[in-house]
Nanobody
């Protein structure tokens, strides 16, 4: 069974940092693109970061570019999201997902081509 479990969320002050982790099992981790998406109350789900399975190329939406960094460790079946300079607007439930490929089109940068599986998410709250 495919399973994705996120951890590392919490409460942080604006300008602070958090590192989220996603533990994956039940699939060929190294053969899938991995992405992060988030959803805030009353907002649409936003896919904002993706890392490819082939060469590890990373992609980011403009909303997080320069602040967030996605990485993966295929030997441990783990994907990480380092979040720096957090803003109140970043408050959301953050989930990791697996799919086929990372979208390379500029208008959808940071999205997966497919969202085949995803985790339950971890809450990130940015507030003073």
């Amino acid at each position: 069974q495919v399973q994705l479990v996120e951890s590392g969320g919490g409460l942080v002050q604006p300008g602070g940092s958090l590192r989220l982790s996603c533990a994956a099992s039940g699939f060929s981790f190294g053969r899938n693109a991995i992405g992060w998406f988030r959803q805030a109350p009353g907002k649409e789900r936003e896919g904002f970061s993706c890392i490819s399975s082939s060469d590890g190329t990373t992609y980011y939406a403009d909303s997080v570019k320069g602040r967030f960094t996605i990485s993966r460790d295929n030997t441990k079946n783990m994907v990480y999201l380092q979040m720096n300079n957090l803003k109140p607007e970043d408050t959301a439930v953050y989930s990791c997902a697996i799919g086929n490929l990372c979208i390379t089109a500029a208008h959808a940068m940071g999205h997966l081509t497919t969202y085949d599986y995803w985790g339950q998410g971890t809450q990130v709250t940015v507030s003073s």
